[in-house]
């Protein structure tokens, strides 16, 4: 990818951008609709990447749960763009503010790209770990009985 890459808080004027590409993903499968209502009600959870001309090229946000427990959510970078780091970007951004925030958390995603995370140093476990999740969001998923995504989750205890 040529260009930098800029990380930043989420703007309202970055909201139908992220809604058209969540509505992308979401079309495909891979991550659940949100409708721009609901991300203008969690804007200050997303972090984006823009490119120097402020173009939308990938979002991430960060769902706390309580009991320093988080979510990795609507992770989605433009298709042209995957695999040129932007995920991983957005990823090491938020660990890095959750390690200046708090003395421990962990950091969990489900995903149908576990290896992406694995080499970000999150580690595979079960779903049901996560029962915060299931209630709050799995009992709306269409795929809800027949789940084909990996739990990971990265300790960010501190040392």
Request: proline share 4%; glycine share 6%; net charge negative.
């Amino acid at each position: 990818m040529n260009g930098s890459v800029i990380l930043r808080p989420a703007q309202q004027s970055d909201v139908p951008n992220i809604h058209k590409l969540l509505h992308d993903y979401a079309q495909q499968g891979v991550l659940l609709d949100r409708s721009e209502e609901d991300i203008t009600f969690y804007l200050k959870n997303f972090t984006v990447a823009v490119n120097a001309d402020g173009q939308l090229l990938g979002c991430m946000a960060v769902r706390d749960f309580g009991n320093d427990l988080l979510e990795v959510r609507s992770l989605a970078i433009q298709p042209d763009l995957r695999c040129g780091g932007i995920g991983r970007k957005l990823v090491e951004k938020a660990i890095s503010r959750l390690h200046s925030e708090r003395q421990s958390f962990r950091l969990f995603a489900l995903t149908l790209q576990p290896g992406f995370f694995e080499r970000i140093n999150f580690q595979i476990v079960e779903k049901e770990l996560f029962p915060e999740k299931i209630w709050a969001d799995c009992s709306r998923c269409p795929k809800q009985h027949c789940c084909d995504e990996i739990a990971v989750i990265f300790d960010g205890s501190s040392l």
